[in-house]
């Protein structure tokens, strides 16, 4: 590894070892309903005077409050009316006040250009609270009841408290706790028995202090005391978010092809989510797992799903009503990337999960028609690419989705530091989206890029040496088995892997090509077996002797020398193996997956027993394996495009390699009872998407990956 790059995984591991259970930047709106709370024990002072401070040693030059990077409407004009309301309760700081009242005047008019689609969570609830406190406070404002924009403001809170069932806030949590500082008319009584075990209400600073405000609850205290202290004197939007931060931070060390850095961490996240999970759903934390979200469930699934953990897909009929999935109950509008995370998550289905199939079918319609309308824009998150990123998932289903294609694209995706989220204002994840994740991920992507393509130089010379351009395979050809097999099998330590997966590739497809009859399929394996035989009693390879046999004799002495499980005799009797269902079979044979996976496995480091081989389950998943590449290389050959380019589709339309496409995976995934290895089992699932890509992709789309995964230089 070279320094650039441990420096950075030193950094990444650095800000995972004190993640603890989350952060985020300080939100200048929650700071200032914290500063408004009075001392509980009656002396008129700030409860927290850091708060306060905070709020004078924070406003930015144009004299608002909020995110100082985005400028979005509802961010500033939120938090900086809720900065000059503070300041105006303790009367401090007149002129910090009269400038943050002339932006808010000023910047009004700009609510009416903001997408819709960007509104903050609540906005039309708070800000109407929040402008009658100022009103209150004689603070300057417009007047609602004439100017249009509040007027307007002001009718969709009348219209959404018509719709809120007060006896339902009452007796049940729901989201509507995160918004308690913009209700009218709550019975406090009540309200305390739903309070969060950590004394809050759903984990919100603003709505746990505006609590604080009404009935002095020693928990309340509490909870805002730790978080206070914390973060060192003021409060985040939310706070804690330990689920909803390292399912989101594992998503992106994936996509960004540097998860394997990791992975002890990684393990330790997904024993931690295993550990809580809830068949009714996840909150963004364990204390708000009484309100679950489809999309901080969704992430966990998937993510303990692909770790190997026996996750039912039933959670997910808590977020379903007549076929459609909702993020929370009472939601008026679903956000883009949560139906994204639902249709990624409910590709890595297993057999029978009909809850999965209707989730697919739901939010792959979903993100086809806002697709279609160009109509991306998220409520929960300001990101450089979503619409690049919906895209590439919905033209590639996750079956042949290859790592490095994934991770290629994801890096001009990524926004790294840029990238903002949305809730009652602007946040940031800091351990989700900066600069480190993004620098390492391209550093490591053109590592792993100039190693392949110094590979492909020398698989280029070995292709030539051994005269393969004589036996029907072409070196464009050649360069797409390299390519599939560098996509799958990336890691600089896993070059005997990818080699061998290449040369054996590359064999298996010369000589099919050349001996495709019957008399020529024998007349080889005759060869072949006399000169094993040969080759075995003199423990020597004839390197002059011309012809497929001897390339395949000295390619197969050469993979023996690069490591101890690789032995040359158990080479040969893999290749006898295939090649004598060859011969019989022809172009039926259904063994040649097996011989890949076992060459990769075995370059692995792996000892395939035969007490392995006859384990029911490796025999169940080889038979699949076998059985699928065959059916998708037969699709390939044909060169009738599969996908046909149509966004609607989330795969083949051959609905015996989606079912046995589950069997597989779920094989693969799942934890084996009988102790088989688990990266054996990967190996099958790796090289069926290499099946499944090039039956997918037509060759416009494999030629474009090939020159943007190989040859184009991350910048």
Same mark, same amino acid.
Request: charged content about 25%; aromatic content about 14%.
């Given at each position: 590894m070279n320094y650039e790059i441990q420096m950075r995984v030193d950094a990444v591991k650095a800000m995972w070892e004190s993640i603890e259970d989350g952060w985020l930047n300080i939100s200048a709106y929650d700071t200032a309903w914290v500063a408004l709370v009075e001392d509980i024990n009656g002396s008129g002072s700030p409860q927290f005077p850091s708060c306060l401070q905070w709020i004078v040693e924070n406003q930015l030059p144009d004299g608002s409050w909020g995110d100082r990077a985005v400028f979005l409407s509802y961010d500033r004009l939120l938090s900086t009316l809720a900065c000059v309301v503070a300041l105006r309760h303790w009367n401090v700081h007149p002129e910090k006040s009269k400038r943050g009242i002339e932006f808010f005047k000023e910047n009004l008019e700009r609510l009416a250009k903001e997408d819709p689609a960007n509104m903050s969570v609540g906005f039309e609830m708070i800000f109407p609270s929040l402008i009658e406190m100022a009103r209150d406070l004689n603070i300057e404002v417009p007047d609602p009841n004439t100017h249009p924009i509040l007027k307007q403001i002001y009718a969709m809170k009348n219209e959404k408290l018509k719709r809120i069932p007060m006896e339902v806030v009452h007796k049940m949590p729901t989201s509507l706790l995160f918004s308690l500082e913009a209700m009218p008319g709550l019975q406090w009584d009540k309200l305390l028995k739903l309070q969060s075990e950590n004394g809050s209400f759903l984990s919100s600073p603003a709505s746990t202090a505006f609590a604080l405000m009404q009935t002095k609850d020693k928990n309340c205290l509490r909870y805002l005391n730790d978080v206070v202290q914390k973060f060192s004197g003021a409060v985040p939007n939310f706070y804690s978010i330990e689920f909803f931060e390292q399912s989101w931070a594992i998503d992106r060390l994936t996509r960004l092809g540097i998860s394997r850095y990791f992975g002890e961490k990684i393990k330790?996240?997904?024993?931690?989510?295993?550990?809580?999970?809830?068949?009714?759903?996840?909150?963004?934390?364990?204390?708000?797992?009484?309100?679950?979200?489809?999309?901080?469930?969704?992430?966990?699934?998937?993510?303990?799903?692909?770790?190997?953990?026996?996750?039912?897909?039933?959670?997910?009929?808590?977020?379903?009503?007549?076929?459609?999935?909702?993020?929370?109950?009472?939601?008026?509008?679903?956000?883009?990337?949560?139906?994204?995370?639902?249709?990624?998550?409910?590709?890595?289905?297993?057999?029978?999960?009909?809850?999965?199939?209707?989730?697919?079918?739901?939010?792959?319609?979903?993100?086809?028609?806002?697709?279609?309308?160009?109509?991306?824009?998220?409520?929960?998150?300001?990101?450089?690419?979503?619409?690049?990123?919906?895209?590439?998932?919905?033209?590639?289903?996750?079956?042949?989705?290859?790592?490095?294609?994934?991770?290629?694209?994801? &890096? =001009? $995706?990524? +926004?790294?530091?840029? !990238?903002?989220?949305?809730?009652?204002?602007?946040?940031?994840?800091?351990? *989700?989206?900066?600069?480190?994740?993004?620098?390492?991920?391209?550093?490591?992507?053109?590592?792993?890029?100039?190693?392949?393509?110094?590979?492909?130089?020398?698989?280029?010379?070995?292709?030539?040496?051994?005269? &393969? =351009? $004589?036996? +029907?395979?072409?070196? !464009?050809?050649?360069?797409?088995?390299?390519?599939?097999?560098?996509?799958? *099998?990336?890691?600089?330590?896993?070059?005997?892997?990818?080699?061998?997966?290449?040369?054996?590739?590359?064999?298996?497809?010369?000589?099919?090509?050349?001996?495709?009859?019957?008399?020529?399929?024998?007349?080889?394996?005759?060869?072949?077996?006399?000169?094993?035989?040969?080759?075995?009693?003199?423990?020597?390879?004839?390197?002059?002797?011309?012809?497929?046999?001897?390339?395949?004799?000295?390619?197969?002495?050469d993979i023996s020398l690069s490591t101890s499980t690789a032995h040359y005799g158990t080479l040969q009797k893999m290749w006898k193996k295939w090649l004598l269902r060859w011969e019989s079979e022809g172009d039926d044979c259904e063994g040649g997956a097996e011989l890949l996976a076992n060459m990769i496995n075995i370059n692995a480091g792996y000892f395939l027993s035969r007490k392995l081989q006859l384990n029911p389950e490796y025999q169940r998943l080889v038979q699949l394996t076998n059985q699928l590449c065959h059916r998708l290389q037969s699709l390939q050959n044909s060169k009738e495009p599969a996908s046909s380019n149509n966004s609607n589709k989330t795969g083949l339309s051959d609905p015996e390699i989606e079912s046995k496409m589950q069997e597989l995976v779920q094989l693969v995934l799942l934890n084996s009872s009988n102790g088989i290895d688990s990266n054996i089992k990967k190996t099958f699932l790796a090289l069926t998407k290499t099946f499944y890509y090039a039956a997918y992709c037509d060759s416009k789309t494999i030629d474009t990956h090939i020159a943007k995964v190989l040859f184009e230089r991350v910048n």
């Open positions: 330790e996240s997904m024993n931690f989510f295993y550990k809580n999970w809830k068949n009714t759903g996840l909150g963004w934390n364990r204390y708000t797992c009484d309100v679950p979200d489809l999309d901080d469930t969704i992430m966990a699934f998937r993510l303990l799903r692909l770790h190997g953990y026996d996750i039912s897909c039933d959670v997910l009929k808590h977020f379903e009503t007549d076929g459609e999935f909702f993020c929370m109950v009472g939601q008026s509008s679903e956000a883009v990337t949560a139906m994204f995370n639902l249709f990624r998550a409910s590709q890595v289905s297993f057999p029978g999960e009909k809850i999965m199939e209707d989730a697919k079918r739901f939010s792959c319609e979903f993100l086809t028609e806002k697709r279609a309308a160009n109509q991306l824009g998220d409520k929960w998150v300001i990101a450089k690419d979503i619409a690049g990123e919906i895209g590439f998932s919905l033209d590639l289903p996750w079956y042949g989705i290859l790592p490095r294609i994934e991770t290629r694209f994801y &890096l =001009d $995706q990524y +926004g790294g530091a840029n !990238d903002v989220w949305i809730a009652k204002v602007l946040y940031r994840l800091l351990r *989700v989206n900066n600069e480190i994740y993004l620098e390492l991920g391209k550093l490591d992507y053109n590592n792993c890029q100039a190693l392949h393509r110094t590979e492909w130089a020398a698989v280029q010379e070995w292709y030539s040496e051994s005269g &393969l =351009d $004589q036996f +029907g395979l072409d070196r !464009d050809r050649l360069l797409v088995l390299f390519f599939l097999a560098s996509s799958s *099998v990336f890691e600089p330590e896993r070059a005997r892997e990818r080699l061998a997966w290449v040369k054996t590739s590359a064999l298996m497809e010369a000589i099919t090509s050349t001996y495709n009859h019957q008399r020529l399929r024998s007349a080889f394996v005759h060869e072949f077996t006399n000169a094993t035989a040969t080759s075995l009693r003199s423990s020597k390879v004839n390197e002059r002797s011309p012809g497929l046999v001897n390339t395949l004799m000295k390619t197969l002495h």
